[in-house]
């Protein structure tokens, strides 16, 4: 799963930790050239945009 939030470059994103406390799925700002992964939601940080 991939979320796409506009936030401003400045802004803390912590999206991945409110969803980490609430859902089943893990949540993550995945790192330069992670992999993706199955079963995993995938958020962009701040400023930055995901590609495969």
């Known amino acids: ?3 796409t939030l ?3 470059a400045y802004s ?3 999206l991945p930790k409110i969803l980490n406390r609430k859902g089943n799925l ?4 995945p790192d ?3 992999r993706i992964e199955q079963g995993r939601i995938h958020i962009p940080p701040s ?3 995901l590609s495969t």
């Open 1 to 3: 799963m991939f979320i």
């Open 6 to 8: 506009h936030v401003p």
């Open 12 to 14: 803390p994103g912590v």
């Open 26 to 29: 893990p949540a993550c700002h």
């Open 32 to 34: 330069d050239g992670q």
């Open 47 to 49: 400023d930055h945009h």
